[in-house]
């Protein structure tokens, strides 16, 4: 089965080359790691590898209050990846942990609206989540995968 994933527009503040990030991005934006941003990117252009590799790049040095937090974004580009490639039992199965970890980062963390996104996320794999099957044969909707979108500060 080939991964079903839409390709995204991506906003121009986000480019491959670090040096670029902070000539466009806002002072708003300058705020984040440039490793979660581009996992940002790659994430929403549906490369979920890619996002989970520069994501646990972060993580790995990281030692922070938010070290669950970039370990929950992870295991959700692992679930999302998984999906994709119609590894439906791995992907229920990491969707659950990536949620724990989530969860104790409501309402919201790091410009994402978590609750909104953790909603899409959760509709995402609504079927996944429903079939009783052990290998069940489910397809991803590629208009139900969530995006991630930064909000301004409060």
């Known amino acids: ?87 439906i039992r791995g992907a229920r199965k990491v969707y659950l942990s990536s949620r724990k970890y989530l969860q104790n980062y409501l309402p919201n963390c790091q410009g994402i609206d978590l609750e909104t996104f953790l909603d899409q996320y959760e509709c995402c794999f609504a079927e996944a989540l429903a079939s009783t099957e052990e290998f069940p044969e489910i397809e991803i909707d590629p208009e139900l995968i969530p995006e991630i979108h930064l909000q301004p500060s409060q």
């Open 1 to 87: 089965m080939q991964p079903v994933f839409r390709k995204m527009q991506l906003n121009p503040a986000f480019r491959t080359d670090a040096s670029e990030h902070l000539k466009i991005m806002t002072d708003e934006a300058v705020q984040y790691d440039l490793l979660y941003l581009k996992g940002i990117e790659y994430f929403n252009e549906c490369e979920y590898f890619e996002a989970h590799e520069v994501w646990e790049e972060l993580w790995t040095e990281y030692r922070g209050e938010l070290r669950h937090f970039y370990q929950g974004l992870i295991q959700v580009a692992v679930a999302l990846h998984h999906f994709g490639n119609g590894n």
